[in-house]
């Protein structure tokens, strides 16, 4: 049961450009949600996070929207660089303490020159 | 601040041996988490250990088992393995217990295990 599911494996974006990555969940009690980024060969870094009380979180070029009327977050980066080629996680939990986070399955995304 | 560190970073190992993998903590975190990566499944929780206790549990067979130790250095061992326990390990700590004052993970770079 992949309670937090993100449809597209893959996303190319010209440099530049805005890149949306997205992300739906299931499971209502999610309050928490949050972004990943992973290089090869490196541990998934934090990125940003939102909290259910609020739609949106911005920090620089990155900035994150939370629908939960419809289950869905977003993650948005402007402009693209060419450094931000990763694989994208995002991940859900519940604030009740003693609850995991539970991740999608990330998006690949490779920005173009 | 030392970030968290994982040893080994790769092991190749036979099927049905068993295999211990190590991780600290970055230092003053009390919880540390254990993920499984696969290509294609993303992150599957293992389990999450706090003052020594595991706290938390995920759908994984009794042959992974984990430790933590009094200074939140944490252990996970997987016994009689199998091909399909290759993987990358990645471990995870935190000041508090997942899901408590919303504070993010801080991961390490992984043991990647290769079962032949």
């Known amino acids: 049961d992949q309670q937090v599911k993100q449809n597209s494996p893959s996303l190319s974006v010209q440099e530049g450009r805005i890149s949306i990555l997205n992300c739906d969940y299931t499971n209502s009690m999610f309050d928490y949600f949050l972004w990943y980024k992973k290089y090869p060969a490196e541990g998934p870094t934090f990125l940003i996070s939102?909290?259910?009380?609020?739609d949106k979180n911005e920090d620089g070029r990155f900035t994150v929207f939370l629908n939960k009327s419809a289950k869905h977050l977003s993650l948005h980066i402007v402009p693209s660089q060419p450094g931000d080629s990763a694989v994208y996680f995002c991940?859900?939990?519940?604030?009740?303490?003693?609850?995991?986070?539970?991740f999608g399955t990330g998006t690949r995304l490779t920005i173009i020159p | 601040k030392a970030g968290v560190t994982q040893t080994p970073r790769y092991l190749i190992k036979t099927r049905g041996q068993q295999v211990t993998l190590s991780c600290s903590p970055i230092?003053?975190?009390?919880?540390v988490s254990w993920y499984q990566q696969t290509p294609g499944q993303g992150l599957q929780f293992l389990f999450e250990y706090f003052s020594e206790t595991q706290r938390n549990k995920g759908n994984f067979p009794g042959r992974f088992s984990g430790r933590q130790f009094s200074n939140s250095r944490s252990e996970m061992n997987v016994s009689t393995l199998e091909l399909g326990d290759s993987a990358l390990y990645l471990c995870?700590?935190?000041?508090?217990?997942?899901?408590?004052?919303?504070?993010?993970?801080?991961f390490g770079n992984g043991t990647r295990l290769t079962v032949t």
């Open positions: 991940a859900a939990s519940a604030n009740f303490g003693n609850e995991k986070l539970t």
């Open positions: 939102i909290s259910s009380i609020k």
């Open positions: 995870a700590s935190s000041p508090h217990l997942t899901g408590k004052y919303n504070s993010p993970l801080h």
């Open positions: 230092s003053g975190h009390r919880s």
